[in-house]
T-cell receptor, first 112, second 115 residues
Framework: AQSVTQLDSHVSVSEGTPVLLRCNYS??????LFWYVQHPNKGLQLLLK??????LVKGINGFEAEFKKSETSFHLTKPSAHMSDAAEYFC??????????FGKGTMLLVSP | DGGITQSPKYLFRKEGQNVTLSCEQN?????MYWYRQDPGQGLRLIYY???????QKGDIAEGYSVSREKKESFPLTVTSAQKNPTAFYLC??????????????FGPGTRLLVL
């Protein structure tokens, strides 16, 4: 069985400042990990994924995440926030089969 | 233009009524999934299908039914047995049935409201 904990339900940043969205996971298998973004009333868009290759994963729109097995973490970062980054972000783990387990989401608010 | 389409965008259900949500993909993906999204709950898996004419229950299958008669289509029926159907429903698909890089691609969603 696997689970995901997103440590913050909301994160507020100012435009141009760094973004950190935290995610911890547990999995009985060697996990695959994903970050998805959802803008209001839209479907989910894949930001990036980790599948046991490089531990630092680069995604779209300047986001990246680092897989740390010792800390069971997969935090999402971006050096400089943009207004268009305001959305809800989901950390997701895939265990030994094809189904995914989603975190409860972190709402990112970006102020001018 | 490949992708996943869901219809309708908004759907209203009367008490005791069954309604069906459509999901179609032209990505030639084997596997398809239905999720329910409630505020603050993330996404929860309702049903999934890894091959035509086969499907499995997810975490919250009660009150829902599905069919997979064609590879590109995976309709979800919300039955009258589902007592709290108001939610945002998301359909997804992925290329392979087992193993590999199981990236799931999502449709735009259907919002179901109860009258």
């Amino acid at each position: 069985a696997q689970s995901v904990t997103q440590l913050d339900s909301h994160v507020s940043v100012s435009e141009g400042t760094p973004v950190l969205l935290r995610c911890n996971y547990s999995s009985s298998y060697s996990p695959s990990l994903f970050w998805y973004v959802q803008h209001p009333n839209k479907g989910l868009q894949l930001l990036l994924k980790y599948t046991s290759a490089a531990t630092l994963v680069k995604g779209i729109n300047g986001f990246e995440a680092e897989f740390k097995k010792s800390e069971t973490s997969f935090h999402l970062t971006k050096p400089s926030a943009h207004m268009s980054d305001a959305a809800e972000y989901f950390c997701v783990v895939r265990g030994g089969y094809s189904t995914l387990t989603f975190g409860k989401g972190t709402m990112l608010l970006v102020s001018p | 233009d490949g992708g996943i389409t869901q219809s309708p965008k908004y759907l209203f259900r009367k008490e005791g009524q069954n309604v069906t949500l459509s999901c179609e993909q032209n990505l030639n993906h084997d596997a398809m999934y239905w999720y329910r999204q409630d505020p603050g709950q993330g996404l929860r898996l309702i049903y999934y299908s890894q091959i035509v004419n086969d499907f499995q229950k997810g975490d919250i299958a009660e009150g829902y039914s599905v069919s997979r008669e064609k590879k590109e289509s995976f309709p979800l029926t919300v039955t009258s047995a589902q007592k709290n159907p108001t939610a945002f429903y998301l359909c997804a698909s992925s290329m392979s049935r087992t193993g590999g890089e199981e990236t799931q691609y999502f449709g735009p969603g259907t919002r179901l409201l109860v009258l």
